[in-house]
């Protein structure tokens, strides 16, 4: 079956260090995405990649970073200056170009003591 | 891209259609209405688009004003899987971001 894959759909971290979040897709999309979700609120943009090799600052991109080295895989590290890293982080991906159909993964939620 | 308002929530009755208002009066002529939903703790699904003719699909229904100011989204038959976020985003043709608000929280009442 076609679709995103996150891991680990949770996750637990200390405060201070670094940690990737994988996210994987099969679609043969060009676009992916990242996204934060904080409690009752929508999503918010942190980077998005229209091609490997590139990528673009979303909304909220300050403390985090993503590497575009395949076309299939998209991983975000949340770094130690993120100063509220603890959300749930949704990644999505579509065909370039056209209509903004997004296909999203599971999620992962990430919780730092 | 221009904004949307939604009301924050609604009840529906299982088995009767579920009708989501979103205003756009400040939509531009080359932006779409897209509509999203978030079941709890799950990613978001696409449901359906429309740029200022009704559109119909599997899951829902979208009817657009004539002035393209204000959509309603259509559940015919609400089940209790229905239960979810609903967003209604603008987004220009080629757009390749969405810009999520807080949406319409729809819970079907058995």
């Known amino acids: 079956d076609g679709g995103i894959t996150q891991s680990p759909k949770y996750l637990f971290r200390k405060e201070g260090q670094n940690v990737t979040l994988s996210c994987e897709q099969n679609?043969?999309?060009?676009?992916m995405y990242w996204y934060r979700q904080d409690p009752g609120q929508g999503l918010r943009l942190i980077y998005y990649?229209?091609?490997?090799?590139?990528?673009q600052k979303g909304d909220i991109a300050e403390g985090y970073s993503v590497s575009r080295e395949k076309k299939e895989s998209f991983p975000l590290t949340v770094t130690s200056a993120q100063k509220n890293p603890t959300a749930f982080y949704l990644c999505?991906?579509?065909?370039?170009?056209?209509?903004?159909?997004?296909?999203f993964g599971p999620g992962t939620r990430l919780t730092v003591l | 891209d221009a904004k949307t308002t939604q009301p924050p929530s609604m009840d529906c009755a299982e088995g009767r259609a579920a009708n989501l208002p979103c205003n756009h009066s400040?939509?531009?002529?080359?932006?779409?209405v897209y509509w999203y939903r978030q079941i709890h703790s799950q990613g978001p699904q696409y449901i359906i688009h429309?740029?200022?003719n009704n559109e119909t699909n599997e899951m829902a229904s979208l009817i657009i004003t004539e002035d393209r100011k204000s959509s309603t989204l259509i559940l015919p038959h609400a089940t209790l899987r229905d239960t979810a976020v609903y967003y209604c985003?603008?987004?220009?043709?080629?757009?390749?971001?969405?810009?999520f608000g807080t949406g319409t929280r729809l819970t079907i009442i058995p």
């Open positions: 999505a991906s579509k065909g370039l170009g056209g209509y903004n159909e997004q296909f």
């Open positions: 679609l043969n999309h060009d676009a």
């Open positions: 990649s229209q091609i490997v090799n590139d990528f």
């Open positions: 400040t939509i531009s002529g080359n932006e779409y």
């Open positions: 429309g740029l200022k």
């Open positions: 985003i603008l987004s220009n043709f080629g757009n390749e971001k969405l810009t």
